[in-house]
């Protein structure tokens, strides 16, 4: 039971902050699981202590609240604690940024001693990284994790950085759920007794806290026990405490999303075929249909529509003139039934939509590697999406384990975007400078994120658009020193121009 009766979501509501209800709600069935766990708390990123104020009413006497902040506002956070009933003893001020943690704290002395770590703060890969090696000196083996902005596009590196993490150091934690932009992790051997309960008590528990409860998604993928997904309570998927990946509905495209397709074939200054794996009822079809030059095919798998259904479909769309090939086989046989070397670097875009986790998903990637051309693009559904973790978990691993095969140039409305590495400079330049044009002819407005990692040229996060940040947004937002824009040879403008008027 938390420490103060006053803590509710009405109080923490009047506190300025991001936190939500739903993490709120997550928060407090967690908390309330941690009832026999004893250890101290550290929070990076407070602002004006939102969701401390949640830690601060769990706390009982004698844990500590360390909390670190670039600008630590004392006052704010005293009074949001104040609000909520909960004491203002032991708490460890750490104003400045999280890198200087480690030379501030004993940690060894902490070893083992924080049951509740929340990271909020910088959100880059280098950071992150950072911030992950210091929660693996700290946390308690019975504690919780907690990385904010995961799986999202404003910050594609914060996720990314922490799957490179948790590949790299498979003993240090385990990520047991996504849920409402939060990742959550603990120590591998406590995950089991988390998921039990999240399979169990838990939905009732967040329910009995305020919100409308969630719709959570079981992941399969190749390594057993895959992170627990959880979304907003939706009514299609039918049951508040139950599903799996194979529930959800289907995944129509949104319109920002065609647009954003669009837009990149347009950057592309390629032809050549299409793949649409997993074509649903043609809607991604019929936009790649259109993409098509004289002499490309479209190939086209379903598990479940026929050829047959999908050719109506697409007439019934507006595409008569192209005529679909179905590709023979599933994923894993697709490279022994079709002809590699007709198809050798002859292929633009392959979207992949289905049997998207473990061996079927790296089959087709394994695939897309031997045909797709220099500046060919691969696009993934369900990344970064809180349905699938799978999805964002295998790809990750996939690009670490197959570094020259593609690179993630990009994320938006819960795609990926990969490309050739060679082709890296030229699509990342693209978001940079002609992306938002195309996007706007193409009756799309999005804000283009860019957070840096420990790479040279992460991948940037396609968003709704957003007019405090403007069409270009992130730590490093000037677009003269992304990658070759500043490099680009003098006489590129005229060239371009000879491009154009095509002499
Ligand atoms: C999104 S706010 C935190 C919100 C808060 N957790 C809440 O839910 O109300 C992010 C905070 O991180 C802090 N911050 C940014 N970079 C940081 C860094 N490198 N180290 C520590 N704090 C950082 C900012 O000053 C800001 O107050």
């Known amino acids: ?198 399979r169990g008590a838990f939905p009732a528990v967040l329910r009995s806290h305020g919100p409308r409860g969630a719709s959570i998604y079981w992941s399969g993928g190749p390594w057993a026990g895959g992170p627990v997904g959880m979304v907003n309570y939706q009514e299609a ?16 495209l949104t319109s920002q999303t065609l647009a954003t397709w669009r837009a990149l074939l347009d950057g592309q200054r390629e032809t050549g075929d299409v793949f649409d794996i997993g074509t649903r009822m043609g809607q991604s079809t019929a936009l790649l249909a259109g993409a098509l030059g004289a002499t490309d095919t479209l190939h086209v798998w379903d598990p479940e529509i026929s050829i047959e259904r999908l050719r109506e479909y697409l007439v ?22 079709m002809d590699l070397r007709a198809l050798h670097a002859r292929v633009r875009w392959l979207h992949l939509d289905s049997e998207r986790v473990g061996s079927d998903l790296v089959a087709t990637l394994e695939f897309a590697d031997r045909v797709i051309g220099p500046r060919g693009i691969v696009a993934v559904s369900d990344f970064f999406s809180a349905r699938r973790p799978a999805v964002t978990i295998d790809l990750v691993k996939f690009l670490d384990q197959n570094p020259f095969a593609f690179r993630l140039f990009a994320t938006g409305f819960e795609m990926a975007y990969l490309c050739r590495p ?62 070759t824009v500043q490099a680009r040879p003098v006489g590129s403008l005229w060239r371009r121009l000879r491009r154009r008027l095509g002499f």
């Open 1 to 198: 039971m938390p420490a103060s009766t006053a803590l509710t979501w009405e109080r923490i509501s009047a506190i300025p902050g991001w936190f939500t209800i739903s993490s709120y709600g997550v928060w407090r069935a967690l908390l309330d699981f941690q009832e026999d766990v004893r250890g101290d708390v550290l929070e990076i990123g407070i602002w004006r202590g939102r969701s401390t104020a949640v830690l601060a009413g769990y706390r009982r006497p004698g844990e500590k609240l360390y909390l670190c902040d670039l600008n630590l506002d004392e006052g704010a956070v005293h009074s949001a604690l104040r609000s909520v009933g909960a004491s203002t003893d032991d708490l460890v001020p750490l104003s400045g940024p999280s890198a200087g943690l480690e030379g501030r704290l004993n940690l060894s002395a902490m070893r083992d001693s924080i049951r509740w770590m929340h990271i909020d703060g910088e959100h880059t890969g280098a950071t992150v990284s950072r911030e992950l090696a210091l929660a693996n000196r700290v946390l308690h083996p019975d504690g919780i994790l907690v990385i904010d902005d995961f799986f999202s596009p404003r910050y594609p590196a914060n996720t990314t950085e922490t799957m490179r993490y948790l590949d790299r150091h498979p003993l240090a934690f385990r990520l047991f759920a996504v849920a409402f932009n939060k990742a959550y992790l603990c120590r591998p051997p406590y995950a089991e007794r988390l998921v039990t309960y999240l």
């Open 422 to 483: 060679e082709a890296m400079p030229h699509f990342v330049d693209y978001m940079a400078v002609g992306f938002g044009r195309a996007l706007a002819r193409h009756g799309g407005k999005a804000t283009i994120y860019k957070t840096t990692g420990p790479w040279d040229d992460d991948a940037v996060g396609i968003a709704e658009y957003n007019d405090v940040d403007g069409p270009i947004a992130g730590p490093d937002d000037r677009q003269h020193i992304w990658h």
């Open 237 to 252: 998927v039918g049951s508040p405490t139950a599903g799996s990946g194979g529930t959800a509905p289907p995944g129509w």
């Open 316 to 337: 019934h769309a507006g595409v008569t003139e192209v005529s679909p090939v179905a590709v023979p086989g599933r994923p894993r046989e697709f490279e022994s039934r």
